[in-house]
């Protein structure tokens, strides 16, 4: 391991940013300006490296946080996180891979820049309260009244199961195959009665501008994919820790899918169509706890 602190920590920082922002874009931003902080700072007074990398890129990323979230208020149609590809490290760490799905990042965009520092750092990377205090410019009691807050809040909207890797597999594989044939009762039969798909064009590539559902629309709508994209080529890389799909026309990335699989069945299908959200996933990110 490096004796420099910035570099050591560096993959944790980049995915406490993510976390927080959704963006790997930005995380990147808020990373680079961490590292010329600490470029800054009297190395002889920081007594806990990590603490302090980790107590600055959540400023930096709170600061950008408050920014895009305006920029989002007029994004057209639906906003959803950039999507990594990652590895089997990630997807073996229950937690982490549970943190940054692309469903559990949609629930923490439904709170406040703080609350979702605040359960970010204390749930998914331990940080003490007092600590986080210090991140975020408030009192411990505070922080730990946050907490509580936001907990309840994403309980009650978080996934409520975690499936293996390899029944993902088997699910997305059976999902797939019905699409790529145009088989409506093959989709019918891997979807929920209450799926929902949410869709991310950002005005740059069709997609449905709201959210639909139901068994029925979701199959009839997926199943002229085989009549539009002959021949395409689908794989299903590991994107945010878990079993995804690729869809690559004419070997460029078109669409990323990422899926929430409950009771064998999928019942959320989020398909990123958005070409300035698709460029992480060609190189593997090293995301840390």
């Given at each position: 391991m490096t004796d420099d602190p910035f570099l050591a920590h560096r993959s944790l920082l980049f995915t406490v940013a993510y976390e927080l922002l959704g963006?790997?874009?930005?995380?990147?931003?808020?990373?680079?300006?961490?590292?010329l902080r600490w470029a800054e700072v009297d190395r002889a007074t920081?007594?806990?490296?990590?603490?302090?990398?980790?107590?600055?890129?959540?400023?930096?990323?709170?600061?950008?946080l408050r920014t895009v979230s305006r920029r989002r208020e007029d994004y057209v149609g639906e906003w959803l996180p950039e999507p990594l590809l990652t590895g089997p490290d990630v997807a073996d760490d229950v937690e982490l891979?549970?943190?940054v799905s692309i469903a559990m990042?949609?629930?923490l965009e439904t709170l406040g820049p703080t609350e979702r520092a605040v359960l970010v750092?204390?749930?998914?990377?331990?940080?003490?309260?007092?600590?986080?205090?210090?991140?975020v410019g408030r009192s411990t009691a505070a922080v730990r009244q946050i907490a509580?807050?936001?907990r309840e809040h994403v309980a009650a909207r978080r996934p409520r199961t975690t499936v293996s890797r390899s029944e993902q597999q088997r699910v997305v594989d059976r999902f797939?195959?019905?699409?790529?044939?145009?088989?409506?009762?093959?989709?019918?039969?891997?979807?929920?009665?209450?799926?929902?798909?949410?869709?991310?064009g950002g005005g740059l590539a069709p997609a449905a501008r709201r959210?639909?559902?139901?068994?029925?629309?979701?199959?009839?709508?997926?199943?002229?994919?085989?009549?539009?994209?002959?021949?395409?080529?689908?794989?299903?890389?590991l994107v945010n820790g878990a079993v995804g799909a690729r869809i690559d026309p004419g070997g460029q990335s078109d669409t990323a899918i990422t899926f929430l699989v409950e009771d064998g069945r999928i019942s959320r299908l989020y398909a990123v169509r958005n070409p300035q959200k698709l460029g992480r996933l060609d190189t593997v990110a090293e995301l840390r706890r």
């Open positions: 963006s790997a874009a930005d995380a990147d931003d808020v990373v680079q300006e961490t590292w920081v007594r806990a490296p990590r603490a302090y990398l980790v107590r600055t890129v959540t400023r930096q990323a709170l600061n950008r891979a549970e943190s990042l949609t629930v750092l204390h749930e998914v990377f331990d940080v003490p309260y007092d600590e986080i205090a210090e991140a509580h807050r936001a797939l195959a019905a699409v790529t044939a145009g088989d409506v009762q093959g989709l019918l039969d891997v979807l929920a009665p209450d799926v929902v798909v949410v869709a991310d959210p639909f559902a139901g068994r029925e629309r979701v199959a009839n709508a997926l199943a002229h994919f085989a009549e539009l994209a002959p021949g395409v080529h689908v794989v299903t890389p």
